[in-house]
């Protein structure tokens, strides 16, 4: 049994990942700083399903699950580095998975600066924290949109991302340089995961599949960006959890072949790595619609509409580093996570 932190706790990936986690037998605690970005009830429904009662929460109080002997939640906010270090000093974890940032691309061109404080100065708190602390791996999330202008296809962990389109992108990026940083001046064994457009059960509702979902159930039209000439590697939420705990439990170590005269920009001489979690697959927006009304058996009402700022036209993970690592690539079909998407969606909004 290891004793795990995770971040993020009562988001959309963070849940699932605790799930996980303390099914398999770990010692896990969850951080999460309960913002309200989204409808906060879809926060509090994953916390009520691990033991957490919202009646009880207390900012910077441990409470222990109702459900599980294995698992405790704290309100932080990782800014707050004094609570996080205490928090450190007391529980005594062997690796962490920081998942809690910011989410959303178009949001970050309204509110840059909670990107600033939650992706960039919340991270630093973190690498600070297991550096102190001597943690044996951090595993953190990245994301897809740091490939930004490069639209060579598919993605590969080799490629540049020196061109972000977002703030969120070039918050995302800084961590990976951040995580480096740590990971060559202090050993720190560090891993970052791009997730490709991540959708299933207790997902973000300002996703679009979501927002989709919402707008068919309820008769209004669907805005279809770029005319609806877009792909994306929609991947299945328990795929990006099974490859993020793989990643976790294998630290990474220095790449004996590595060549700072041709460096890779996915290994180091020290021990980092990135990977990409995707279907290695792109769907077509408009196949994805279909999928879902057949799913939802309704059909959508579309409004076609230019393409939005910092939206790239298309998503495709490389996964091949994954696969070598660890003989794993996603499997989850699109059909069948829409399907599991919607029978959730269906029970929890009451359709």
């Given at each position: 049994m290891k004793r795990i932190l995770v971040t993020g706790a009562a988001g959309f990936i963070g849940y699932h990942t605790v799930q996980r986690l303390v099914?398999?037998?770990?010692?896990?605690?969850?951080?999460?700083?309960?913002?309200?970005?989204?409808?906060?009830?879809?926060?509090?429904?994953?916390?009520?399903?691990?033991?957490?009662?919202?009646?009880?929460?207390?900012?910077?109080?441990?409470?222990?699950?109702?459900?599980?002997?294995?698992?405790?939640?704290?309100q932080l906010n990782l800014v707050d580095r004094a609570p996080l270090n205490q928090l450190f000093t007391d529980q005594k974890f062997d690796y962490v998975v920081n998942l809690a940032a910011q989410a959303g691309v178009r949001y970050s061109i309204e509110k840059p600066s909670v990107y600033i404080e939650s992706n960039i100065v919340g991270f630093a708190?973190?690498?600070?924290?297991?550096?102190?602390?001597?943690?044996?791996?951090?595993?953190?999330?990245s994301s897809s949109s740091v490939y930004g202008l490069?639209?060579?296809?598919?993605?590969?962990?080799?490629?540049s991302?020196?061109?972000?389109?977002?703030?969120?992108?070039?918050?995302?990026?800084?961590n990976e340089l951040l995580a480096h940083t740590y990971s060559h001046l202090f050993q720190l064994p560090t891993s970052g995961i791009r997730f490709f457009t991540v959708y299933g059960p207790w997902g973000r509702p300002d996703m679009a599949y979501y927002i989709f979902a919402n707008k068919i159930t309820s008769g209004e039209k669907i805005d279809v960006y770029n005319n609806g000439i877009m792909e994306r590697d929609f991947t299945y939420v328990d795929d990006i959890v099974e490859g993020t705990i793989k990643v976790l439990k294998k630290p990474p170590v220095p790449s004996v072949n590595w060549n700072p005269l041709n460096?890779?920009?996915?290994?180091?001489?020290?021990?980092?790595?990135?990977?990409?979690?995707?279907?290695?697959?792109?769907v077509k927006l408009m196949d994805f619609i279909n999928t879902l009304e057949d799913s939802l058996g309704m059909k959508a009402e579309l409004n076609y509409m230019p393409i939005q700022p910092g939206d790239v036209t298309k998503t495709w993970a490389n996964v091949d580093n994954l696969?070598?690592?660890?003989?794993?690539?996603?499997?989850?079909?699109?059909?069948?996570?829409?399907?599991?998407?919607?029978?959730?969606?269906?029970?929890f909004h009451k359709v």
């Open positions: 099914n398999e037998g770990h010692y896990v605690v969850g951080l999460d700083n309960l913002n309200t970005y989204y409808d906060i009830r879809l926060k509090f429904g994953r916390l009520d399903n691990m033991g957490i009662s919202s009646s009880k929460l207390l900012q910077g109080t441990l409470l222990p699950s109702s459900k599980f002997k294995n698992y405790h939640f704290i708190n973190i690498l600070e924290a297991c550096r102190n602390f001597e943690i044996k791996h951090l595993t953190y999330a490069n639209e060579s296809v598919p993605f590969s962990t080799q490629d991302t020196n061109h972000p389109m977002s703030l969120y992108a070039a918050t995302k990026k800084s460096p890779q920009a996915d290994t180091s001489s020290a021990p980092y790595r990135i990977y990409n979690i995707g279907a290695n697959e792109p696969i070598n690592d660890f003989d794993y690539s996603p499997k989850t079909s699109l059909k069948d996570g829409i399907s599991q998407f919607v029978n959730w969606y269906k029970e």
